[in-house]
């Protein structure tokens, strides 16, 4: 397919020098031709200074991104009466003249970012009003100041989007953007903008879309853009976030406020819409509006809904479906307070100093939702279905916190301080006995499909953790010293589909996995094992992690039953056996991938311990099989075969591509790619 005839390849040739000498005129070095077709031409990269000639006269889309123009006047520019859309950016445009703008009547979209337009800001202003029907202007990175824009948008009353990243604007003043009140899309991020002029925006009746990310704004005490459906105010250093009062509604959807300075949840009264809210990388330090402190307030259950209402903080969010305060540094979450958030689905909370989960805003030293006495009410039910609650320092949650969540399907409690408590038996779980650490329960949860307790210090799971709760993933890794009796994971049989239990340190009685029927994915990696958990067996595993730990061998049982199903297995950082590499074999056969088999390596026991590339098989002589240890297992089974047929090299078991070892010095040229030697 790849073969070019001789004639084709002589004008491919060809091409670039017609195209270089059409460009440039001068002897340089040729750039890459233009891309043509009947309404579209790039030359993009093609090193020009100015247009090329013969363009189609018909071309709507032309390309001249990151070339070297420097001026746009009407002597280099063709009158291209079709031309739609036009892409100077990354040049080095300085200079713009009307009257070759004046040529494009039917351009709507004319994008100049990357070049240099400050330099002459008048005279490229003035020109700029020949283009009455843009709608897309890009001007990004062209080194404007905020009294040259103005300018260039005097004229331009079509224009519905405006791209003004990564300018030097420091402020907005009055009625910047008058000269183009239809622009419904605004860009402004990454400039220094300190100060927003009232009536910066009034012109703009139709816009919908603002960023003003990366910028300096410290305050914004009156917002006013009622039409506006997404603001992005994310890296600014806001302290202060609030609504204009008035009665008519906001039509805001999305609002990001990430990486800004806020000490307190915002209030949004009349946010009826938002959909949305980005909160994360602040300093808020509580959901209590009135308050910078956490653990001034005492609200009881009752009293919340007045609470909502009057403080109007949440109320109005009641079809907020995302909410972010990861990274902030709330220490309690009042539960009750997302209750009037009823369309909430995903709510992250992490990266926060969290010790407690609590029914509702109350003094810090009450703990009454320990001693298993509070009840959450039926009727106040959380719609949310992800959590996420990583890094931070609880200790236990409440039973009834599962109850205010029946919808919850996944939950990342991970980098806590979480003891799982025991068994569905009884109405009491084990492993909370009075006195002792509080324990949480997991088991029973109705809809809980995806769990995270990566990183709790975990060391003894108790049985039937995890019953009776539908869990297709489950995240256990980095709990060093973590044992997992069989009985842990009892009651996930027939569900678990994911399991982690990497970084544990496990050594191979810490580590009894039952026979999961469902498991396909399962990472073993960093942990002490040297034999295989016997229950993953009978898994349908599709991938399996078993790099760094200490096996000898891979396990011929559980490579027959894989190789059907198995499609990826990482294993470096094993001290394989040179001498008994029959699985690799098997594996290679079956086309599994092997991603990190160019870092594993085997060791020859008989050579002092050299070490070899497990991918370049190492070319030493093996000694006999009873020299061997564990390879005496296998020799046992297949000695006979092996004996009795010397010119027998391969046998395929059962269609399965098994192969059976084979002396190691007839092996020696093998290595690349497997799959070749597979059909013999
Ligand atoms: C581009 O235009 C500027 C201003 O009109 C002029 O000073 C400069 O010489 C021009 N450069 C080229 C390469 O034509
Ligand atoms: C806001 O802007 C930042 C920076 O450009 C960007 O990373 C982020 O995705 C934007 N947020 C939204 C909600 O689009
Ligand atoms: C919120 O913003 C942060 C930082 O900009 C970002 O990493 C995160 O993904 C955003 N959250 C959501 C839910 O989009
Ligand atoms: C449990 O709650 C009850 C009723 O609120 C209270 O009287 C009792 O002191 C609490 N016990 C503990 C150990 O906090
Ligand atoms: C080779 O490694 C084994 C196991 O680690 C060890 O017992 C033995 O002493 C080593 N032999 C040599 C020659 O280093």
New binding site residues.
Partial sequence: MRSVPGAGRLLLCLLPAILGAQAGGEAKPRPPPCQQSPTKVSCRAAGLHSFPKDLPQGVKRLDLSHNLFQNLSESHLPALGQLEHLDLSSNLLEAISGPALAQLPQLHSLLLGSNRLHQNYRDNAVAFSALRGIEVLDLSANGLESHMVGGFLSGLTALRALHLPRNRLSQLPAGIFQGSPRLSELDL?NNYIMDIEEGAFEALRELAVL?L??NSLHCLSSFSLRQLQVL?L??NALELFGWEEGRDPYLLQ?L?LSHNRLLSFPQLPAAHRLV?L?LSHNAITSLDPSSHHPAQFVLHYKEMVSFSTSLGTAAGLTRLAELDLSHNCLQLLPLLFFRAMRSLFTLSVAMNCLRDITMELLTGDRDGDRNGTDVWQEDAALSIRSMDLHGNAIRALPRWFFDALPQLEAIDLGSNSLLPCGSDMGEISVGGSPGAEPCTAFHSIPHLQHLSLRRNSLTQLLPRTFSQTPLLSLDLSENQGLAVPQAALEGLEHSLQQLWLQGNHMDNSRAEIPCLDELRVLDLSGNRLSLLPMGLFCSPLQNLDVSGNELPVLPKQALMGWTRSLQALHLAGNPFHCCELGWLDALQAADVQLPDLHRAHCIHHSITNRTAPLSSRPPWPCPQPWDGSSVLVLAALLGVLLCAGCGVRRLRGHGMGMLLPQPQTERVAEGGPAHSDTKV
């Fill in positions: 991020s960023s990310a990366l992005n994310s890296h999305v990001d949305h980005n």
